[in-house]
């Protein structure tokens, strides 16, 4: 949108479309202003730890069912994304409204590996 102002009983917008790139006027009454998302990407902050994570076949990173990143046998410290998920969750999983959820399912995959590894007498 490029522009957007009162027009009597309406709202007059001016959008550019970069599908054709043209630009309209339009007349509306009402406007929704959904900004779009883009999803983070971990390799910004993973630093040293990049190296271990395995990857789909897109170049994505590969994460488990309880958000937990895949990484080589060599790493046994668990990565958990609170973001960055919506190729492997859907994008469900950038919705702020489930964030007890997730925090709900990483929680417990951190005790049940913790509890797993004391059994086997290892550090989780």
Known sequence: MLDAKRAGDDTRITVHS?????????DVDVLVCATGYDPMDPAAVL????????????????????????TTPGLTCGI???????????????????????????????TGRRAAARQKGTDA
């Open 47 to 70: 630093g040293e730890l990049e190296p271990y994570c395995l990857y789909d076949a897109e170049g994505r990173h590969r994460v488990d069912r309880d958000y937990r990143l895949v």
């Open 18 to 26: 970069l599908a054709d790139e043209e630009t309209y006027v339009l």
């Open 80 to 110: 958990y994304l609170q973001g960055g998920t919506e190729h492997t969750h859907g994008l469900g999983s950038s919705l702020l409204s489930n964030i007890a959820v997730r925090s709900g399912d990483i929680a417990a995959s951190i």
